[in-house]
C-alpha cells in the first residue's frame, strides 16, 4: 500500500450545509483536493452543501458523467460508457494521491449508500489509505423535513429504487409496512400507478429537494404530474398501528 496520499470519502448530506457532521466540515477545512460528481454544466448537491466550509486554496476535482439518464441503465452501452469513467475517474484521483495530496471526495448523503464513491473507494482502497466519513442519508433528511415517523415497533423498512421495472416494484412493493423509493426522476409515474393498485397512494409523501430552501413537500394524491428531479423521493410510512 502506498503512503503518498489519502483518499476520504465525505458523505455531505441531504443539501442542506448545516447538515453535515463535525468530521466532515475538520475534513473539508483540511484537505488539498476535493473531488465530486456531477453531471456536465452542473456542479451538484454535495459541492453545493461542501462550499461553505471549504477553504479558499481548495483545488476542485470535478468529476463529470459522460451519461445520466439519456441511455438505460440495461443498455450495454451504458454499462461500457459508466465503467471506463470511473476507471479514469479513479486515475484521476489517484494521481492526486501520488503527489501526496490528501483527497477528499464529495457523496450527498452517505458515501456507501448508493453513492457514486463507492465506486472509487473499490478501485483505489487497497492502494492508498483510505477513510469513509459517514453522512446524513437522503431519506432520513427527507422524513425529519417532512416531521413523518416512518417506522416503528417491528415495521420493516424497505427502500426501493424507482428505476426497477414496474412488474418488479409492484411486487417488491406489496408486503412493504414503510418504504421508500429512491431515484425518481422520470420514474415517478410507475410509482404513482404500483401505490394506487395496491391501494396506498393516499398514505404516500412526495418530496423534492429534502432539507434545502427550495424544497416541497406534499401528499403524492395531490401532485398534479409526474415531473420529479432524480433526488426527489416518495415515502410510505409505517406507523400505522
Not at 44 to 57: E, K, T
Not at 105 to 129: E, K
Not at 152 to 161: E, I, K, N
Not at 179 to 184: N, Q
Request: aromatic residues 8%; glycine residues 10%; positive net charge.
Amino acid at each position: 500500500m502506498s503512503t503518498s496520499g489519502r483518499l476520504i470519502g465525505v458523505g455531505v448530506g441531504p443539501g442542506d450545509p448545516e447538515l453535515l457532521t463535525l468530521k466532515a466540515v475538520r475534513i473539508l477545512q483540511t484537505s488539498d483536493v476535493v473531488a465530486y460528481f456531477a453531471k456536465a454544466g452542473n456542479a451538484g448537491y454535495a459541492l453545493a452543501a461542501a462550499r461553505p466550509h471549504l477553504r479558499a486554496c481548495v483545488v476542485d476535482l470535478p468529476l463529470l458523467y459522460p451519461v445520466t439518464t439519456e441511455i438505460s441503465r440495461r443498455d450495454p452501452r451504458y454499462t461500457s460508457l459508466i465503467q471506463d469513467f470511473f476507471d479514469t475517474a479513479a486515475a484521476h484521483v489517484a494521481r492526486r494521491l501520488d503527489e501526496g495530496k490528501t483527497v477528499a471526495v464529495l457523496s450527498a448523503g452517505d458515501p456507501l449508500f448508493y453513492g457514486s464513491y463507492m465506486h472509487l473507494h473499490v478501485r483505489l482502497a487497497g492502494r492508498y489509505p483510505t477513510e469513509v466519513i459517514p453522512g446524513v442519508s437522503g431519506m432520513s433528511g427527507c422524513w425529519s423535513a417532512a416531521g413523518r415517523p416512518i417506522a416503528q415497533g417491528d415495521d420493516v423498512l424497505t427502500v426501493l429504487p424507482a428505476t426497477l421495472p414496474e412488474d418488479d416494484l409492484l411486487r417488491r412493493t406489496e408486503q412493504v409496512e414503510a418504504a421508500v423509493f429512491m431515484k425518481l426522476g422520470r420514474h415517478l409515474g410507475k410509482v404513482r400507478r404500483v401505490l394506487a393498485r395496491l391501494g396506498r397512494l393516499d398514505d404516500a409523501l412526495y418530496i423534492e429537494r429534502g432539507t434545502m430552501a427550495d424544497g416541497k413537500i406534499m401528499r403524492l394524491s395531490v401532485k398534479s404530474d409526474d415531473a420529479a428531479p432524480y433526488f426527489a423521493m416518495v415515502l410510505l410510512p409505517g406507523w400505522q398501528r
